[in-house]
Nanobody, 133 residues
Framework: SEPLVESGGGLVQAGGSLTLACTAS????????MAWFRKHPQSPGREREGVACISASGGRTTYADSVKERFTISRDNAENTLHLQMNNLKPEDTATYYC???????????????????????WGKGTLVTISP
């Protein structure tokens, strides 16, 4: 089975809210720094954009400037799940959102805060979020 499976994508009007979920299996989820990335459909040549990171314990979080104060990343280590609460959604938030297991080694969270998409351990297949004007 896939190690990371996203759910919760869909079509929402601008100003609305949506919560994405990611279920992990086959990895020691509680040891992993986790993240959400996204890729905009109108920019096929652009790299995947880092959205948010959360440390293994959940005690530290980082957000891209474009989503600060609107998005909240959280995790439930007992349930092996990662969430992304998205509020006040904008058309420019339209993208495929990916759940990412960054790594379980020392320094994984610090690396994640660079929001670089290189060198991640696992990627989900993505869930599409579409925001209508």
């Amino acid at each position: 089975s896939e190690p990371l499976v996203e759910s919760g994508g869909g079509l929402v009007q601008a100003g609305g809210s949506l919560t994405l979920a990611c279920t992990a299996s086959g990895l020691n989820f509680a040891d992993y720094t986790m993240a959400w990335f996204r890729k905009h459909p109108q920019s096929p040549g652009r790299e995947r954009e880092g959205v948010a990171c959360i440390s293994a314990s959940g005690g530290r979080t980082t957000y891209a400037d474009s989503v600060k104060e609107r998005f909240t990343i959280s995790r439930d280590n007992a349930e092996n799940t990662l969430h992304l609460q998205m509020n006040n959604l904008k058309p420019e938030d339209t993208a495929t959102y990916y759940c990412v297991a960054v790594g379980d080694q020392t320094g994984a969270y610090e690396y994640c805060t660079t929001l670089s998409y290189h060198g991640m351990d696992y990627w989900g297949k993505g869930t599409l979020v579409t925001i209508s004007p």
